[in-house]
């Protein structure tokens, strides 16, 4: 007897394109051990498919129909006619008529008896209901019908083999959301590429990237997207655009935006692209199909060679057609993380005699039952010398691969990357925030969850009562400076953890009666640095100056600096002559390792200081300094960015404004004038200027090739740098260069002996290919050698991980090892060039 299962999956959905797996693998396999299996249809009788009694959708007026039920039942024969059609495929449906002919149902569905449909068994068949209001998915589904052009999925298999496990679909059903018809699509001709879409879902089909992540997110200058490996090929982007349009008749069925306006969305509904053949063929194949095609199968493996790595796109293009005969297979795609990493992959359907570049991608968008990950290092082609050496396996180095009938030609890919020199790992999804100074562990941020980072154990995330902030760690990693509400009052305060159970506050300046308010909920003091035995913390408070209970009275002199220390508790610093009427607040936000120095800064980004807790020192009244956030361990360096002031004009009104004057070294041990000028970072020749607009013409205009760089620099000044660490000694130092007024960030070490050193121009002589694609703009903390960082990407969650210990320098024509920082000045101040010989171009 025949065991039946009630699938429980997450929806099969069709997003709204331009408003809101082996080519397309499957949608669901059952859980058999060691050997999971997609689920089919039997495919030895027709499918039969039976539509809904209602209107499919109204006109304006909501009685007038604008798709008739007559209409969306020819749309529905149309859908399940492509699919039956694919010669190499032995699924076949038909229309069997419409609800009246299933007793169970029998009925126009509305969101009042919608669980006839999807609670019950209705018997062998795909059930397509028509959401004539959108209100099914709005009520019933909980999703929203302005983005949500539909649902499908296998709703019940049995076990049909009497092994124990699932195996055949007997019953599905598909969603149609009428209310997403647009005015202009007068027959559904449009909307008819959702059908076709879902009903793939219920045939048990998932998504597929090939060319609609081209032709529905590749943006000309701003996020492109390439037929092949970027920097390979040129780039195809949204038809209209402005660039070098994706032809709409190349996008794939499966790609999971469906844009229902334009007649992208009719290209969608006709099963004629090979990669939506290859799926459909794949699961229900002819006895003739594997033998008078090619296929490709290989596994993607990390850059060790060994370990395999699930969730990455790979495609043959074939040579000649690229864009027309382009197939393509998710890793793990047939095992879905069940059975673990899983880097395999199998792409069929090929033309024989013809030939095909193989290469990686990662999926841009959309749901896919294997999970989708990013690359881990460059994407590249396939070529016959594959490995790990991006010396020898260059990106762009291509073999074709000719296509045989019958044939499965096997072609295994590897990331690039050394496993010598300097290593790049990628964290977490989130944003590692300190690193500690003993290096290996850190804290970090997702929103307002606070975690834990160790490099042998991992992630660990706090409890829920704990609220990041900063993510300040003290030296050994021990001590987190962190907020909670502890009293449960709904006002949290600074506090320190030190393990499980071991949550404290530290206090604040108003008795934990009022504070101001933020993405941590009330705080009534806020930490953001911790000194290296976790004994002195500062950050700021709030104050009720107006005894009103609000502490909101942020030009009144509501927040204020604040010092903690173990035994001394908290105490406001020094903030006497300061004119909060005009600056708004003040805070301390960094702390020397040993506690003596604290730096700070105001409302309108002034750098302050305090020596010892001592009288305030205005950075910017004395050096003109801004965004003090990083000093040393003894409190003998700090780095501070620089301004002057200049005068400008606008409609006959002078005004002054300040440009970027540089960075200083300052000792605060040696008193406030102790500064020593350092070289900074230009415009144009070592940080490249975005083109600017030209306000009189309104055109964009790339001002080093106009002006040059001295006129650039005489207006805009340097590039404005921010110090965000550096090590115990203040011989490295990390941050970012550039402006988000002039849109161009770049991540930048500064080494003592050496200068100024880019961190794409680090990575890149260094080989490190993971950093090829992203690098670091913004290195967000360093440990106290020097040799360890964290950092990401400004405005993304990310981190990546490097290990720096040791790096390479090219000398008298050989790439030679040596330790960072202090081999690696030595040997660059004897002549040597940074980075590996290999990769000096």
Known sequence: MNKTYRIVAALAVSLLGSAAVQAAGPLMLNDKPRDPQPLRWNTATPIPVYTDLGVFTYDFDGTTPFITNARANEMVKFAIGQWSAVPTSTLKAYWAGDFSKVPSINADVTVNNARQVYAQENGRGLHVVYDTTGEILADFFGVSPDSVLGIAFPKIAIDSDGDGYEDTIVEAMALMNGYAVQANDTDGRFFNGIMTHEFGHAFNLSHSQVNGSMAYFSMPGWYDLYPGVPGCVPARHIPGWGGNDMPVQYVETMFPYINPRAQIGAEMSTVDMPDDIAAISNLYPTPGYRSSTGSISGVLRLKDGRTPYSGVNIIARNVNNPLGDAVSAMTGDQTQGKLGPDGRFRITNLKPGQSYWLYMEEIVAGGYPTTPRALVSEAEYWNVAESANPANDKACDMTAITAVAGSTQTANLTFNGYDQGVQFYPVVDAALAKLSKNGGMASGLFYATQFTWDINKGIQVMPPNVIGTNGAISRNGQKILVNADLNGNGINTMALWAGPGKLSSIGDLNGDTCGGEGQQGVSSSYGFALDDDGRTAVGLAYLDVKKNGQCQDSFGGSIVPVAWTEGGGMRKLDDSGFDYATEGWLRAQAVSGDGSVVLGETNYSKAMAWVNQGKRIDLFKLHGAVNAYAVN?????????????????????????????????????????????????????????????????????????????????????????????????????????????????????????????????????????????????????????????????????????????????????????????????????????????????
């Not at 130092?733 to 003592?752: C, D, H, P, T």
């Not at 106290?784 to 950092?791: D, L």
């Open 633 to 841: 361990r003894d409190g003998t360096r700090v780095m501070l960015d620089t301004t002057k002031a200049v005068m400008r004009s606008y409609d006959g009104v002078s005004y002054e404004d300040r440009i970027s004057n540089g960075p200083l070294l300052w000792n605060p041990k040696k008193g406030p004038a102790a500064v020593t000028k350092i070289a900074g970072l230009r415009w144009c020749t070592d940080v490249a200027l975005p083109a600017q607009i030209d306000w009189a013409t309104w055109q964009y205009v790339d001002r080093c090739a106009t002006e040059g760089p001295a006129a650039v620099e005489a207006d805009l000044g340097l590039v404005p740098l921010q110090i965000n660490d550096m090590s115990d000694d203040g011989k490295v130092i990390i941050g970012r260069a550039g402006s988000y007024w002039l849109g161009n960030f770049e991540g930048v070490m500064w080494v003592e002996g050496v200068g100024w050193i880019k961190l794409a121009d680090f990575f890149r002589k260094q080989g490190v290919a993971e950093a090829y694609r992203f690098g670091m703009q913004n290195p967000g903390s360093i440990n106290g050698a020097g040799t360890e960082m964290v950092g990401g990407l400004l405005g993304a969650m990310g981190t990546w991980y490097v290990d720096m210990k040791q790096v390479y320098v090219c000398q008298n024509g050989s790439s030679v090892q040596t330790g960072f920082p202090l081999g690696f000045i030595s040997k660059i101040q004897s002549g040597a060039k940074m980075g590996r010989c290999e990769h000096q171009g």
